[in-house]
């Protein structure tokens, strides 16, 4: 391996954990259903799972005044354009027949 390369590589650490063999075999199904192990599987469902669960929980700052802007916004009647009435008198695709 190039030293070009190895500067890129990531250090990968063990992670352990127990697991019931039908839970196993689930997630090997799923994962061969993919096209990927169970190792990259299971990173990422958990690396999706904690992203979700940081940004359910972040916090976003406003001044009073955009806030307020933010509110007269979702208060204010809905604007129809032509765009919306199009989407609106389209066929629905899941009673297409």
């Known amino acids: 391996?190039?030293?070009a390369s190895k500067r890129h590589t990531h250090a990968r650490e063990t992670l352990n954990m127990r697991i019931?063999?039908?839970?196993?075999g689930l997630i090997d199904r799923a994962a061969a259903a993919r096209g990927t192990n169970r190792t990259d599987f299971i990173l990422d469902a958990a690396r999706r799972a904690a992203q979700e669960t940081?940004?359910?929980?972040a916090l976003?700052?406003?001044?009073p005044k955009a806030y307020a802007e933010f509110l007269a916004r979702l208060d204010a009647p809905a604007m129809p354009?032509?765009?919306l009435r199009r989407t609106m008198q389209a066929p629905l695709p899941w009673k297409a027949g």
């Open 54 to 57: 940081l940004l359910d929980r």
């Open 81 to 83: 354009s032509e765009r």
């Open 60 to 63: 976003i700052s406003v001044s």
């Open 20 to 24: 019931r063999a039908d839970e196993r």
């Open 1 to 3: 391996m190039s030293s």
